[in-house]
């Protein structure tokens, strides 16, 4: 994928104390295909290239950073700002309900947003409505009701007086209860077709025209590729949108979509799409998307949501002790009953630095496994856990039997511990100074 091809040829600059113009070439041909090959569009990858070799060549001298980090962080500056640069805010009305409009084709993932940003808008104190103008498909009202049910708001949809069959008709008589009933926020979903048809976007245009939104998202599954570029320009020449909801980035799609998206249409990307639960959103950051595609984790994330449920203070602390190699198994051991009121796993592990190489080992990641690990660090002394070279034959066979596990899952363990303490240490050590060096890290 896109990350790995980034930093296979970026490891090829890193030993270099010296980068002459013939290693960034090389390099920016190697970025150029990786690109092209995440279905990046052509146009988009142009620009790209040309401004990364620009900087690099400029940046050589620059103090501070070893050269190969120097272009490293030219390439993620750049993508920084072909995502768009600064984290967009949303537009809300001044006065009376704000409006949503969704548009996008059908599974793009449409009537699943309008579930997941009315939860969060309901967790923030606000009244939500959600208006079912999707008549297209018999099943698109009950859905949206459905959804409306797991996020405790209430759902407008086509009845006698509420305009039956017409769905300009229900966003508008929709829009009108929300003014009168002093909701704050309207969401509506709308139809989308398989493929791009004028009579749909005709339709998207009315409802637009019709309600006046202060955003139209369109919503893009990150999945779909090359058709990216098509679909995104047929939407904001048919309907117009103010801006981009990339959705199933939990898939294997990494970047491709979204480095294109907002290059191509110019409109920036507002959330980010990952999963079908009505929590697995998030707010899109350039700063961060450009991190993740680099593969060097995305800790912010990973320290926000934390802050919803954990001790930030404790879990930037952990971060840093990790990042600097000093990660004993008692941090370990605190982390994993903290990580654990994070939900899976397995998407905590997915944000940390460098776990893309071990993308395998992550989908056939088991919870009871982690029940395990847990009996085996709780059996160890606490001077074990600070220093795991105390671990010799006979420790490890009581840990074993204390624990109800084999020697060989402990030595397992033991041995998966230092070579995670050691990747940790390794990401620490790529930015010169920790992860600082890098803006917004
Ligand atoms: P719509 O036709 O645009 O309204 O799309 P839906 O909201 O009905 O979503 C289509 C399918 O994609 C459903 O099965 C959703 O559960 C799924 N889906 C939506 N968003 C995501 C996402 O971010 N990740 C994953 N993996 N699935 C999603
Ligand atoms: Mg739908």
Do not use: Y
């Amino acid at each position: 994928n896109l990350s790995d091809k980034l930093t296979d040829s970026f490891k090829k600059l890193r030993g270099k104390g010296v980068i002459t113009e013939a290693d960034i070439d090389a390099t920016a041909s190697e970025i150029r295909r990786a690109l092209l090959d995440a279905d990046v569009a052509l146009p988009v990858v142009r620009q790209f290239v040309s401004a990364v070799k620009e900087k690099a060549l400029g940046a050589t001298v620059t103090q501070g950073l070893k050269p190969g980090q120097q272009v490293v962080r030219v390439v993620h500056d750049e993508l920084v700002e072909i995502l768009g640069g600064e984290t967009r805010e949303l537009h809300f009305a001044q006065r009376g309900p704000t409006i949503f409009m969704l548009a996008g084709l059908q599974g793009a993932g449409k009537t699943t947003l309008a579930g997941k940003l009315a939860k969060w808008m309901r967790s923030e104190n606000k009244r939500v409505l959600l208006v079912a103008a999707d008549l297209q498909r018999p099943n698109a009202v009950n859905q949206l009701q459905v959804m409306g049910q797991r996020a405790g708001v209430e759902v407008w949809a086509p009845e006698p007086g509420n305009g039956v069959g017409d769905p300009v008709q229900v966003a508008r008589t929709g829009v009108n209860h929300a003014i009168e009933n002093g909701f704050d926020l309207v969401i509506v979903d709308t139809a989308g077709r398989l493929g791009i048809d004028e009579e749909m976007m005709q339709q998207a245009r009315n409802i637009r025209e019709a309600i006046n939104p202060h955003e139209v998202l369109f919503v893009l599954d990150a999945m779909v590729g090359q058709d990216a570029v098509q679909t995104s320009v047929a939407f904001r020449d048919g309907v117009g949108f103010t801006g981009v909801v990339l959705s199933k980035l939990d898939g294997d799609a990494r970047g491709g979509a979204a480095l294109s998206v907002r290059g191509v249409t110019g409109q920036p990307i507002l959330f980010a799409s990952t999963g079908e639960g009505l929590d697995d959103f998030e707010r899109f950051h350039p700063d961060r998307m450009a991190s993740r595609i680099l593969d060097m984790g995305d800790i912010l994330t990973l320290i926000e949501q934390a802050e919803k449920k954990i001790d930030q203070a404790q879990a930037q602390e952990v971060a840093e002790k990790a990042l600097s190699g000093g990660l004993t198994l008692d941090d370990f051991l605190t982390q994993l009953q903290q990580i654990r009121k994070l939900g899976s796993m397995k998407k905590i592990l997915g944000m940390l630095p460098g776990v893309g190489q071990f993308k395998d080992q992550l989908d056939n990641f088991d919870e009871k496994e982690v029940n395990r690990i847990e009996a085996i660090v709780r059996s160890m002394t606490p001077a074990e856990r600070r220093d795991v070279r105390l671990l010799n034959g006979s420790r490890r066979a009581r840990i074993a039997a204390g624990s109800g596990t084999t020697v060989a899952e402990v030595n397992a363990l033991v041995k998966r511990f230092e070579a995670a303490r050691e990747m940790m240490k390794r990401m620490g050590g790529m930015a010169g100074g920790g992860m600082g060096g890098f803006p917004g890290m």
